[in-house]
């Protein structure tokens, strides 16, 4: 059993930058891909960023390029978003997930219970 836990969500205005970290339990933590989705008031859950078990394949959504970094830190068993010039339509619960492959396969068998992010205009 995984178990995930995100923290760092909050408020911030547009432009701003916020960090969001995803603490995994165990010491399989390297064993696993590890993703960011995000879901909005009366959307579906988007993928935001995954990132494989050693951090050398990492993709983005279109929508954060540039802009979001996605990065994993291993020996902390932690995983972390970092998210800059944040825009209004980036507000959403963020959740992270775990998956046995990367990439295109990527299918989440654990999830976190989710951090708010809100960005104000």
């Known amino acids: 059993q995984v178990q995930l836990v995100e923290s760092g969500g909050g408020l911030v205005q547009a432009g701003g930058s916020l960090r969001l970290s995803c603490a995994a339990s165990g010491r399989t933590f390297s064993s696993y891909a590890m993703g960011w989705f995000r879901q909005a008031p009366g959307k579906e859950r988007e993928r935001v960023a995954t990132?494989?078990?050693?951090?050398?394949?990492?993709d983005y959504a279109d929508s954060v390029k540039g802009r979001f970094t996605i990065s994993r830190d291993n020996a902390k068993n932690t995983l972390y978003l970092l998210m800059n010039s944040l825009k209004p339509e980036d507000t959403a619960v963020y959740y992270c997930a775990a998956s046995r492959a990367p990439g295109r396969a990527f299918t989440p068998l654990y999830w976190g219970q989710g951090t708010q992010v809100t960005v104000s205009s």
């Open positions: 990132i494989s078990w050693s951090g050398a394949y990492i």
